[in-house]
């Protein structure tokens, strides 16, 4: 309690602006311990300790003024002192913050030398290993120019490495880059040695280089190889001379048989096929269809060539030539692509062409003749007993009628025939059967429309012999002329070889019309009303002995043929 009220008391005395202190503290303890006359006392004592303090004080004022006045002038000059270092430590504090920032941006480049130094010094130490990696674009690139395809591809193993490793390092970026280019290099020059004449083995190689490089799936990798290699064999076939059909063909032929069954060989050695071609219904398409397309391809190709030679003509040697297609299909037939049977439908319409056109060149002789024929000269004299005599017929020939010799024009024409024959049997495949006697009976049909108009214009000026020398050029064409021709169709086609591709015995051929034989009887009503009236008694049939007998070798004239081509239906005729 004691302390509160000495506590209070103090603060009493202190007032609001009294200082505070110990020896104010010191003093109140003193003054609390006084009596009641001593504390009347010390107002007093106070003002005289007051008094004497300031006469000293102005004693000390009066002995040490100079002291004062230095003072006084050194606290000024200390004050305008601090004052000027007070506005340079303003200036200072305001150059403090770039400073600072110099000091940072020191620092960093500092930091930054020092890290590029260290670089240095690493990529001095590692010289020669940084050297050799960017070197690795100037070896690839040599090695694939100079054909070290195994040491390329090693290198495109190795940088393919550095780039999953370092895949963001510029210097490595650039490098894959130029390494692909030449990687890209490579894969061309690989490819166009397949363009070339290139043997089984270098084509192992390659396509070993192509499969280690993974830039073609193997369905891929199949289709470059058929592309490589047919630009290269399409090179051979375009460098054959086109200007004559039948070597173009020829040569195509053989091109074709030798080179295209090696690249089939260089195939099936790299790559297996050992699924079947055509898979199930329902599985996908198998890798093996895509060879088997394209040798149908070439085969399709082949026959579209082979066409449009045909179609030029290649003269006489239709029958060599189908040997040589036939030689070509039966070696496809080892690799499944036996085409013969696409080759006849080619020859059977260039024959019937050929014979189509030959008959209406006939037709078309027979009617310039009968435009400048006449009946005056006597027929005796040529095909009488008392004219020329007439060579006897060889055993096993179909000797021609003399008697058509009495009149000019019938016997040009038969002799156009004859040569159409000839050339037809070079090539005579037994469905030409109904074309030919379709043709030849047009032709017949022609010949009799010319033999009516020249009957039309000339029966006024008919005299009795000239009517009889008609009537006799109708009989000839009538009993000799077409009998002859039915005989040669016989021979060209033989009624038992038509039989068995029908199908059926010979003797039932007359249910498939005049198939093989010509339509005498229609043709011999168109001039029934130019000929004189039958005998009595008929003509008796002939033995089909006798009818066998002329069914043999042919007779008719052949040009210089050597023999009768594979599918021909006649052996080499007798010349005369």
Not at 140 to 146: E, Q
Not at 240 to 247: G, K, L, R, S, T
Not at 385 to 400: E, F, H, I, K
Request: hydrophobic content about 45%; proline content about 6%; glycine content about 6%.
């Amino acid at each position: 309690m004691a302390a509160a009220e000495e506590a209070r008391l103090l603060a009493w005395l202190r007032g609001p602006a009294a200082p505070a202190g110990p020896e104010l503290s010191a003093y109140v303890s003193e003054l609390a311990a006084l009596g009641l006359a001593e504390l009347g006392r010390e107002p007093a004592r106070l003002a005289a300790e007051r008094a004497r303090v300031g006469a000293e004080t102005r004693r000390l004022a009066f002995e040490h003024y100079r002291a004062f006045i230095r003072s006084a002038e050194c606290t000024g000059s200390a004050g305008h002192g601090f004052g000027g270092i007070e506005s340079r430590l303003g200036s200072l504090l305001e150059r403090l913050p770039a400073l600072q920032d110099a000091c940072r941006n020191f620092m960093r480049d500092a930091e930054e030398i020092a890290c590029s130094r260290r670089m240095n010094s690493l990529t001095l130490n590692r010289h020669t290993e940084i050297l050799e990696i960017l070197e690795i674009p100037q070896l690839m690139d040599t090695c694939v120019r100079n054909g070290y395809y195994e040491e390329a591809l090693e290198l495109a193993a190795y940088v393919r490495r550095l780039e999953r490793k370092h895949s963001t390092i510029p210097v490595i970026q650039g490098i894959v880059e130029e390494v692909r280019q030449c990687t890209q290099l490579m894969l061309n020059q690989l490819i166009q040695q397949l363009r070339t004449n290139i043997q089984l083995p270098a084509c192992l190689r390659v396509i070993g280089y192509l499969r280690r490089m993974d830039v073609f799936t193997e369905a891929e990798l199949r289709i470059k190889f058929l592309q490589a290699r047919d630009a290269w064999l399409r090179s051979i076939q375009a460098s054959i001379p086109d200007d004559d059909p039948y070597f173009h063909i020829t040569k195509t032929i053989e091109a074709c048989r030798v080179h295209l069954f090696d690249i089939i060989t260089q195939y099936r050695a790299i790559f297996s096929d050992e699924e079947p071609l055509l898979p199930a219904e329902g599985q996908a398409l198998n890798e093996g269809a895509i060879f088997h397309s394209w040798v149908l391809q070439k085969v399709s190709e082949f026959l579209r060539t082979l066409e449009r030679d045909l179609r030029r003509g290649v003269g006489g040697r239709l029958d060599s030539l189908l040997g040589q297609c036939m030689y070509f299909g039966l070696s496809f037939s080892r690799v499944g692509a036996d085409f013969r049977g696409q080759l006849a439908p080619l020859f059977q319409h260039v024959a019937a062409t050929a014979f189509r056109k030959a008959v209406e060149e006939a037709v078309e002789k027979f009617q310039e003749e009968m435009n400048s024929y006449t009946l005056i000269s006597t027929p005796a004299v040529l095909g009488g007993s008392a004219g020329v005599p007439v060579p006897m017929a060889q055993p096993g020939t179909l000797q021609p009628p003399m008697v058509l010799l009495d009149f000019p024009p019938l016997a040009c024409f038969l002799n156009s025939l004859l040569v159409a024959f000839n050339d037809l049997r070079l090539c005579c495949p037994i469905a030409l059967a109904q074309d030919v006697t379709s043709c030849l009976e047009d032709a017949l049909g022609e010949v009799t429309k010319t033999i009516l108009a020249f009957h039309r214009a000339e029966e006024a000026a008919f005299s009795g012999r000239e009517q009889e020398l008609f009537a006799q050029f109708c009989m000839a064409f009538l009993d000799d002329l077409l009998p002859y021709l039915n005989r040669c169709l016989q021979v060209l086609f033989p009624p038992a070889q038509v039989a068995q591709a029908l199908g059926v015995p010979p003797t039932q051929l007359q249910r498939f019309g005049h198939l093989g034989r010509i339509d005498v009887v229609a043709l011999r009503d168109s001039l029934a009303f130019l000929l004189p009236a039958p005998p009595d008694e008929e003509e008796p049939l002939r033995p089909k002995e006798e009818e066998d007998a002329e069914t043999l070798p042919a007779p008719l004239p052949a040009h210089g043929q050597e023999g009768s081509p594979e599918g021909a239906l006649l052996p080499t005729a007798t010349t005369e």
